[in-house]
Every structure is written in structure tokens, then in C-alpha cells.
């Protein structure tokens, strides 16, 4: 027996069967190739961000008052009460634009959360209560708040800067972020979910049995369903 058909006998067995999910037309190796070197160039694109996305989607996981984790502060660094000549502001439009002026803003505000005016009880007496306007300008950096109520001459203003992890934490949920990062963002939700689907038919031919890999993720779905079971709250008007 030569030396070259010694070692042969020594190599295990390949397994048998191909590639899960994957026609075998389609299992050449130019293919393969593919999908292997995408996978890899795909992870490495967005490894940075899945780093970020996990970091702070830990803390996001945990900010209710179940296993609550602190997840960042946000810290008010100024307030003023700056004049305004009565009748200027009218609506939450005319606030937003005054203070995009007065301030050199350059973003758009979130949605307004004014109170709407009308009468109330104050000390057993009927009286009307003016409406008030608020507007808020969100960015991973800041967040700056006007408030004003109608008549009055004066517009309460505050910002409050966000730590590193909060501001982070902000740009997960694509809180006060323009256009660009949130197609960014969506090529990232991409990015993932090919992995998992490149991922997984990779996984069925180099890691163990499909039988293994059906158990895997059939455990984590029930898991899931399990944990989700008592959390489920039904509701009928």
C-alpha cells in the first residue's frame, strides 16, 4: 500500500448529505466560496455596530423595573427664561420656528406635547386655563425643550446633554437621527439577518448533525414561548 493511499485511510469519512435548505445544484464550490467569504465580509462590516447594537440592547432588555440596569443619565446643563413679546407664539409651529431662530437650530423637533386650553376648578371658583405649548429638539447629543404658555412673555427653555451610554443607547432606537443613519441602520438589520440565514446553512454541513441543529433551535423557540406565556396580557373593550 503506497504512503498517499495510507493517508487516505486515515482521513475520516465525510459526512453524507449536503448543504441544508440549499438545492444541490447550487452546492458547487464557487458557491460555497461565496457564501463562505460572505458571511465572513458581512460580520466584518458590521461588526462595530453589532457590538453597540448588543451592548446596549443588554441595557434596553433591562430597563424595566423587572432586573432593572441603569442604562445612562441624561443631565440638565442649562435652563434660562427667555423673553418673548406677548402674541408672538401662537401655536406650537410659530414656537418651533422661534426657536430655531433664536437658538440656530438646525433640526426638527419631535412630536409636540402641549396641554390644550379650557376651564378649570381652582379653589372652588371657575377659571381658564391658557393652552401651553411644549417642543422638544431630540439628538444623540442633546435635547432641548420649549415650553411657553399662551400670553405669556416668556418661553422656559432647558437642554440636557446624555452620557456616552445613554446617547448610545438613543442611537439604537434611532432616536433623533436624520435619514442617512437610519438607511445605515436598516443595511445593519440586513447585514444580521443574513448572517443568521448564511449562518445556519453553513452550520448544517461543518458542525454536526441537522438533527442536532433542529433540537437547538426548536429548544430556544419553546423557550421563548414558555417565557412569553406569562407575560401575555388579554384585553377585551
Not at 105 to 117: M, N, Q
Not at 207 to 214: D, K, M, N, T
Amino acid at each position: 500500500m503506497s504512503e498517499g493511499t495510507s493517508e487516505q485511510a486515515k482521513k475520516p469519512a465525510r459526512r453524507a448529505g449536503g448543504y441544508l435548505f440549499l438545492p444541490k445544484d447550487l452546492q458547487t464550490n464557487a458557491i460555497l466560496t461565496w457564501l463562505r467569504r460572505s458571511h465572513a465580509w458581512t460580520g466584518f462590516y458590521g461588526a462595530l455596530f453589532f457590538f453597540f447594537l448588543g451592548l446596549t440592547g443588554f441595557y434596553l432588555n433591562h430597563r424595566t423595573s423587572i432586573m432593572h440596569i441603569e442604562g445612562g443619565v441624561t443631565k440638565e446643563v442649562a435652563s434660562l427664561s427667555a423673553p418673548v413679546e406677548p402674541g408672538l407664539i401662537t401655536s406650537e409651529e410659530t414656537l418651533t420656528a422661534w426657536m430655531k431662530e433664536e437658538f440656530s437650530i438646525d433640526a426638527e423637533p419631535s412630536r409636540g406635547r402641549g396641554r390644550p386650553g379650557g376651564p378649570v376648578s381652582f379653589g372652588g371658583r371657575m377659571a381658564e386655563q391658557a393652552p401651553t405649548f411644549t417642543v422638544t429638539f431630540r439628538g444623540p447629543n442633546a435635547v432641548i425643550t420649549g415650553e411657553y404658555e399662551l400670553g405669556a412673555n416668556r418661553v422656559s427653555v432647558k437642554r440636557s446633554n446624555p452620557s456616552l451610554l445613554k446617547g448610545l443607547i438613543d442611537l439604537h432606537k434611532v432616536a433623533g437621527v436624520n435619514k442617512v443613519f437610519i438607511l445605515i441602520m436598516d443595511t445593519m438589520a440586513g447585514a444580521m439577518m443574513f448572517m443568521v440565514m448564511s449562518g445556519i446553512l453553513l452550520w448544517t454541513r461543518l458542525h454536526g448533525p441537522r438533527l442536532a441543529a433542529v433540537g437547538i433551535l426548536g429548544a430556544v423557540a419553546v423557550a421563548t414561548a414558555i417565557a412569553l406565556s406569562g407575560t401575555w396580557i388579554g384585553w377585551a373593550a
